[in-house]
């Protein structure tokens, strides 16, 4: 099975700066949780993303 994201992301070590907004990341976020109904092949990467939620970077958000 072919994913769409590379395996041994380097995400969750990433020390960039903070976004100015963070908001703007948790709608995208929001929005590819709901692609992941009918397009299941992108859960792993939206779980990834998820767990920076909190604290995004501009590594995570280039990432989404």
Do not use: W
């Amino acid at each position: 099975m072919e994913f769409p994201v590379e395996e041994n992301h380097k995400l969750a070590p990433a020390v960039g700066k903070d976004l100015d907004d963070p908001s703007h990341y948790r709608r995208l976020i929001g929005r590819h949780i709901y692609l992941t109904i009918t397009r299941p092949k992108l859960s792993y990467v939206v779980h990834i993303l998820c767990q920076f939620i909190q604290n995004p970077k501009e590594e995570h958000m280039d990432a989404a």
